[in-house]
């Protein structure tokens, strides 16, 4: 049986690639731990089922379409979030793309998705959030990034390129913060729908396989997200990596 993360206090979190894998588990989590969740993502039948859920379970979540490329999208996101509720305690980045190919495939268009979704989304969910969060001198931006952002593997470049530039992006506002508390979430081999779309066909088929042998359940990953959000005001955890024993 899961349990989940005891919090201080209710806060409302917002959560981008809500509507399957880690994000659609981080929603769950955090509204079993009594947080009101906001989720966005651009398949808002998914959300809605998810939303009927959560609330037919007795916890607080709504959603929003999302398409975290456009700038647009992501501020109205926000300022919905903002107008109802009055604040944003927690913003998780957890959108993202992997199309894996040898760069000398030349998949530009899909170089482009991942640059866009991955580093420009997260860019975009900051921007929103972060002048309300510095105006209210306190908030949280938690970003799931990867593994990817600690090592780099043959078919990966760009993906891990994408994941390093959310790692160091993060630290950095880290430093230019000292009220807003920033953490970096790096999964290992984590079941979802990653591998599904784009890529090598070859090569997206062993990442496939890998994942479906040895990769944790998403929920691992939420409680992760869970355990930094659950921290007394003034303990930022900045980073947690987290893996399957097995993977090396």
């Not at 993060?170 to 079941?191: A, C, K």
């Amino acid at each position: 049986m899961q349990h989940p993360t005891p919090s201080p206090r209710r806060k409302t979190v917002l959560v981008t690639g809500a509507s399957s894998g880690i994000g659609e588990a981080t929603a769950r989590h955090l509204a079993a731990a009594g947080h009101h969740v906001v989720l966005g993502a651009r398949r808002v039948d998914r959300l809605a089922g998810l939303v009927a859920e959560l609330t037919a379970a007795g916890h607080s979540a709504e959603y929003a379409e999302l398409d975290v490329t456009d700038a647009g999208s992501v501020n109205a996101f926000v300022t919905g979030a903002l107008a109802r509720h009055g604040r944003v305690d927690v913003l998780v980045n957890n959108a993202g793309v992997m199309a894996l190919s040898p760069v000398a495939s030349l998949r530009v268009d899909e170089w482009d998705r991942m640059i866009d979704v991955n580093l420009r989304g997260v860019l975009h969910g900051i921007a929103a959030v972060l002048p309300s969060m510095r105006e209210a001198r306190s908030g949280h931006i938690v970003t799931v990034a990867s593994t990817a952002a600690l090592r780099v593997d043959a078919t990966a470049a760009v993906y891990c390129a994408t994941k390093y530039a959310v790692r160091a992006l993060s630290e950095g506002l880290r430093q230019e913060n000292s009220d807003i508390r920033v953490t970096v979430v790096s999964p290992g081999f984590t079941r979802s729908e990653l591998t599904l779309a784009g890529g090598d066909p070859e090569v997206q088929g062993a990442a496939r396989a890998a994942t479906d042998m040895i990769g944790l359940p998403a929920s691992a990953v939420a409680e992760a997200v869970g355990y930094a959000i659950a921290q007394p005001d003034g303990v930022d955890v900045n980073e947690i990596v987290v893996r399957p024993t097995v993977q090396n």
